[in-house]
């Protein structure tokens, strides 16, 4: 019929066939297929989509960094990570490739070792585009893989010691062995020959614990911190999604650290978290706190008054106003200001010769807890009373 290009008669085909003439219609015009209705298939992950394009072609970022970003902040409402991945996977969303350089493992017993190292000159920028500048000191339990992520502006002598007492109080504990490469804050290399340098020998030899250096161009020995930077690089998925430096630290040294060491580990097949239950009994004491404290040059502690500002030599710093009426701890290493909270770091000043120095989101969030207002009028408010104190104080 079709040769002949004579139409068949449906309706009479129907009767014998006992079929919906149109059904007979649809499969004669297409050739004995049916034409199917296609239905676009709908992901809550759509919404996000292009979010997730620009994240995921940051250089370095991971697919992980990048749901650990939209988990923060969206909420964990978005979806569990494998559906992020079969989302990615299905619209071929890929990060860009990274290199990598394979190397040997071995483990230790547990409280045997830990290793540490820096994540030097990362940059992030908040909403406002305000960019920092800063390191972060990583350290990771031979053992259990327990990480520690700390915020740090420098990275000189005196940063490496403030890093390696706070790691050890937030891990309750110290080590017997403590491993690193041959970083400028604590060894010269000159001809192929290292020395450490004289503090850092009498900082170890203190605390009883040994130092332990890489081979020269060798951080490979180092490998499960060296593991660890993985984690460090979800920072770059937060590149313009912070408020302020504050929230910063608080993504480092909280959120990052505690959602890595939820994470399944590939070499013991769970995460962190669990096996450090077991291995922070076998870490020892960490002993004379007053020794400890003869290394941390300047440190003061101070109750926060209503005016948010500490005093550190004859200046005032702020701090955020929820630590109104607590305790910090101010710590001078070089030409910055340390200022924690229960071990915790909760902001950082430039030493200055002002006599008032707010930080203009402190100040902010001071003063709308005061008042009333909407954001924009307490921004411009905040602007003009920080520049007559600034005027007032002088530089």
């Known amino acids: 019929m079709a040769d002949l290009k004579i139409k068949p008669n449906y309706s009479e085909l129907a009767r014998m066939l006992d079929v919906d003439r149109h059904t007979i219609k649809k499969y004669h015009e297409n050739g004995g297929i049916p034409e199917r209705k296609k239905t676009e298939r709908v992901s809550k992950w ?45 619209k071929g969303i890929a990060c860009r490739k990274a ?11 547990p409280g045997e070792q830990i290793q540490c ?17 800063y390191n972060v000191f990583s350290a990771t339990l031979g053992y259990s893989r327990e990480h520690v992520f700390i915020y740090s502006v420098g990275k000189t ?13 937030k891990i309750g504990g110290k080590t017997k062995i403590l491993k690193t490469d041959n970083m400028s804050a604590i060894v010269s ?10 503090k850092i020998q009498s900082f170890f030899k203190d605390i009883d614990v040994k130092l332990e250096l890489c081979e020269i161009r060798m951080p490979v020995s180092k490998g499960k911190d060296e593991s660890s930077n993985r984690f460090v690089n979800w920072i770059k998925a937060f590149d313009y999604q912070i408020q ?17 060491n939820k994470q399944n580990n590939s070499r013991t097949k769970v995460p962190p978290a669990i096996l450090f239950k077991k291995e922070k009994d076998y870490l ?47 710590i001078c290493v070089g030409n910055e200001l340390y200022i924690y909270h229960n071990h915790s770091l909760i902001t950082i000043h430039t030493l200055s010769e002002k006599d008032i ?39």
């Not at 970022?61 to 989302?87: D, H, M, P, R």
């Not at 290399?189 to 004289?198: A, D, E, L």
Request: with cysteine.
């Open 46 to 90: 759509d919404k996000y989509h292009s979010e997730i394009v620009q994240l995921m072609d940051i250089p370095g970022v991971t697919k992980s960094g990048v749901y650990q970003s939209l988990k923060y902040t969206y909420g964990e409402g978005i979806g569990n990570y494998n559906g992020f991945k079969a989302y990615t996977l299905r």
């Open 99 to 109: 290199d990598v350089t394979p190397h040997l493992l071995y483990e230790t017993e």
């Open 117 to 133: 190292d820096w994540k030097e000159c990362l940059t992030t920028h908040n909403k406002d585009g305000i960019e920092y500048t």
């Open 157 to 169: 002598e005196d940063d490496f010691i403030r890093c390696t007492i706070e790691t050890f109080r």
């Open 189 to 198: 290399v000159k001809n192929g020959k290292r020395t450490v340098h004289k």
């Open 244 to 260: 302020d430096e504050t929230e910063l630290i608080y993504i480092i040294e909280n959120y990052i650290t505690s959602e890595s």
């Open 284 to 330: 020892r004491p960490i002993g004379n706190e007053m020794n400890l404290e003869s290394y941390v040059q300047n440190r003061k502690r101070t109750k926060v008054p209503n005016t948010q500002l500490i005093s550190y030599q004859s200046r005032q710093y702020s701090v955020p106003c929820k630590y109104i009426g607590k305790y910090v701890d101010a």
């Open 357 to 395: 120095n707010y930080k203009s989101d402190h100040y902010i969030e001071g003063l709308s807890k005061r008042l009333k207002s909407d954001s924009d009028e307490i921004e411009e408010l905040a602007r003009k009373n920080l520049e007559r104190l600034n005027r007032l104080g002088g530089d």
